[in-house]
C-alpha cells in the first residue's frame, strides 16, 4: 500500500455547504434527498463548522412522532439555528495531507469527516467512508 498518497486523491471536490444564515429544515432536507452525513459550515468559502446528521438528532424528535407531523419537526428545527447545532472546533486538513494521517486523525477522534482546506478556502471534504472506499480498492489491486 502506498504510504505517501494525498488525501487530494480522494476527497469529494463537489461539495455542498451550508451559510450560517440557512435554516436547519434545510440541511435536514440536504442530509435526506442527496444522502449526507455532514455539510461543512461556511462563510465566503472559509469553514466555520461542520454540521453532522447526528447533530441534528437531540433537535429533532420527527421519528418519535408520525409522518404526518412533518410540521413538527419545521417547528422544532425553527427553534434553533445552524450556529447552535454545528460543531465550531474543527479540525482542519490540507490537500497533501497523506491519506494515512488523514486516517489516524480520524481513527483518535469522535468524527467521521474532515474539511480540506487550502490557503483557508475549503476545496473538499474527506469521510471514513472515503477511506474504506480507498482501502477497499489497494486490496483489489
Known sequence: M??????SEIMTRNLIKLN??????KA??????????????????????ML??????????ADVVE????????IVFNMFSIRQVM????????????????AEILSKNEFHA???????????IVTTTDLIKYFLEQYEQ
Open 2 to 7: 502506498k504510504n505517501s498518497v494525498p488525501v
Open 20 to 25: 450560517l444564515s440557512d435554516e436547519l429544515t
Open 28 to 49: 435536514e432536507e440536504l442530509f435526506k434527498t442527496d444522502k449526507l452525513r455532514h455539510i461543512p459550515v461556511v462563510t465566503e468559502n472559509k469553514i466555520i463548522g
Open 52 to 61: 453532522s446528521y447526528s447533530d441534528l438528532l437531540p433537535v429533532s424528535y
Open 67 to 74: 409522518r404526518e407531523a412533518d410540521n413538527v419537526e419545521s
Open 87 to 102: 460543531t465550531k472546533d474543527v479540525v482542519i486538513i490540507n490537500p497533501e495531507t497523506t491519506i494515512k494521517e488523514t
Open 114 to 124: 474532515l474539511p480540506v482546506c487550502e490557503n483557508d478556502n475549503l476545496v473538499g
